[in-house]
């Protein structure tokens, strides 16, 4: 099982990928037959490019290559093929200079972050091939989903089932694939090898996991997840069928962990693969930067991370100390730069325009901006990507200012709501104390007017959280949460909160994914829309 983490778009660079790993298959581990995760040659999710025909073009110079330069081993790859039905999401097993077989994907999701429909058509007939007297059947990702294919490759002949995949990370979900591969199990009572991606890709991060299901649907063979692995998979002929060797594996991690794992590898592999010379962030003495923090040096290491902290009239002794701290135990490069000067410019500017105008949040979005300034001057010189530091809870209810703490190239926790926050801290203190116990215990605080807390214009977390998730992530209605015990004003004022600050999060630069639904390609929601009127026009009871 090849849990490789290809390059979307370096079609060059995935296919000597492909050939490294075959080799070292090949030659280290005597492997037959090596299985790569879907789309393996384009990395996934190619999107338009696929629609470009140069993309094609090296699509098919690079099968060309893997027939000529590699021999002696089966190889199962998946790659987008164009035929006279028109583009596929494709699996060929290449052997010694030739393709024994093309198996096409059938089931096309086009729901969350997939829109396969948009560029492929699915295929016809099912796949089954044979190796060494081993008659097995190829899926593709959401087939396996789905009980026909399974059944289609068994009626044919097959004793094993190989399934590439380009399944996406979010909670829960490695139980969840292991329990839908478990079924075609017990519908077909042969093993299935699960081969997935790993790696990050704008948004999504694919957490591997690739793993092997005996015939009675027991986990025989996991690979780790989060990293690339090639992992021997053994299978033993017997009169009662093909039998798989079972080897050990490590428990599957925490959830608090996995999300953890999932924010580190995703932060790494948008600077990796975006050519950054590193990331600046700016620290405030709160949690969340010093999460986001504590998150990218995990992921890049400490020399390549610059905080900067930006302390304003507002800026209390302890955020400053807490910060300083941060700094000191992560071993960074960490400055702190006055945002007075500039906020008192701007004043200035606009003291005519502004007259006798009482203060309000248009001052305190001012500091913020010119903290946003002040951190993309940061990203402009020395090459480093801003890494914005609003959580899900923040950026549900509009919480964040357009061009100021929202200004920045990658918002590692823009999906995480703010009690999950809380865990991780703790969870990665837990590893290793970096992240001051202050910090943790004390309420949030934007600081951008006197005495400022979060409470004091949104909902306690503890309700907040949760009724966000059953608005976003489950799509419940007003009447809905109402009648889940909510306080009817409460959801009102959360409901509108989140619907008219669509704007803000159509400019937000993205961020990693770890739930059923983040914001971004799996909810299009318009920003111009009448919809939330008409519910608050619905008379609420409980």
């Known amino acids: 099982m090849a849990q490789c983490n290809p390059l979307v778009g370096d079609v060059p660079g995935n296919c000597e990928r492909v050939l490294q790993m075959a080799a070292r298959a090949r030659d280290e581990l005597t492997a037959d037959l090596i299985v790569f995760p879907e789309l393996t040659l384009t990395g996934y999710p190619p999107e338009d490019l696929l629609l470009r025909p140069g993309f094609q073009e090296l699509v098919d110079a690079a099968l060309a290559r893997i027939r000529s330069q590699l021999s002696g081993i089966h190889v199962l790859l ?11 999401n494709t699996a060929s097993l290449i052997r010694d200079g030739k393709i024994l077989a093309r198996c096409h994907k059938h089931h096309l999701p086009n729901y969350s972050v997939f829109d396969e429909k948009r560029y492929f058509v699915p295929g016809e007939g099912f796949c089954v091939a044979e190796l060494a007297g081993v008659r097995f059947g190829v899926t593709i990702c959401e087939d396996i989903w789905m009980p026909e294919p399974a059944l289609a490759a068994v009626a044919a002949g097959a004793g094993l089932l190989l399934n590439l995949n380009a399944s996406p990370f979010h909670i829960g979900k490695g139980d969840e694939r292991e329990r839908v591969v478990a079924d075609r199990v017990a519908d077909t009572g042969c093993p299935v090898v699960y081969v997935n991606l790993v790696g990050g890709q704008d948004e999504l991060v694919f957490d591997g996991e690739s793993f092997v299901l005996d015939h009675l649907g027991n986990t025989a063979v996991r ?49 990796r693969k975006n050519g950054f010379q590193g990331a600046v962030i700016g620290l405030s003495g709160g949690i969340d930067s010093a999460l986001t923090l504590a998150i990218a040096v995990d992921a890049i290491g400490a020399e390549q991370v610059e905080a900067v902290m930006m302390p304003s009239r507002y800026t209390v002794d302890i955020s400053l100390e807490d910060a300083r701290q941060e700094a000191l135990k992560l071993d960074i490069d960490y400055r702190e730069i006055s945002i007075e000067p500039p906020f008192e410019a701007f004043l200035d500017a606009l003291a005519d325009a502004f007259g006798d105008a009482a203060p309000d949040t248009t001052e305190e979005n001012m500091q913020a901006r010119c903290r946003g300034v002040i951190l993309m001057a940061l990203s402009n010189k020395h090459g480093r990507i801003v890494l914005t530091t609003g959580n899900k809870s923040e950026m549900s209810v509009g919480y964040a200012t357009l061009y100021g703490d929202m200004a920045g190239g990658f918002a590692p926790i823009k999906d995480v709501p703010k009690l999950l926050v809380y865990r991780l801290a703790e969870y990665r203190n837990s590893l290793g104390a970096v992240i001051p116990q202050r910090v943790i215990e004390r309420p949030p605080s934007a600081e951008l007017a006197p005495d400022q807390k979060d409470e004091d214009s949104l909902p306690p977390y503890a309700i907040l959280d949760p009724l966000l998730e059953g608005y976003i992530e489950q799509d419940l209605g007003i009447d809905e949460l109402v009648s889940q015990g909510f306080d009817p004003e409460t959801v009102r004022q959360v409901a509108t909160l989140v619907d008219r600050n669509e704007y803000k999060r159509r400019q937000a630069p993205p961020g990693v994914r770890i739930t059923r639904r983040a914001f971004g390609r799996d909810r299009r929601y318009p920003i111009t829309s009448g919809f939330l009127s008409a519910q608050l026009k619905k008379p609420v009871s409980k």
């Open 78 to 88: 998946g790659h987008p093929e164009q035929t006279v039905r028109g583009r596929m």
């Open 223 to 271: 690979a780790p997840a989060f990293s690339e692995a090639l992992l021997p998979v053994d299978f033993i002929r017997t009169e009662a069928g093909l039998r798989v060797q079972h080897t050990g594996y490590p428990p599957r991690a925490s959830e608090v962990a996995g999300v953890y794992a999932a924010l580190v590898l995703g932060v790494r592999d948008y600077i």
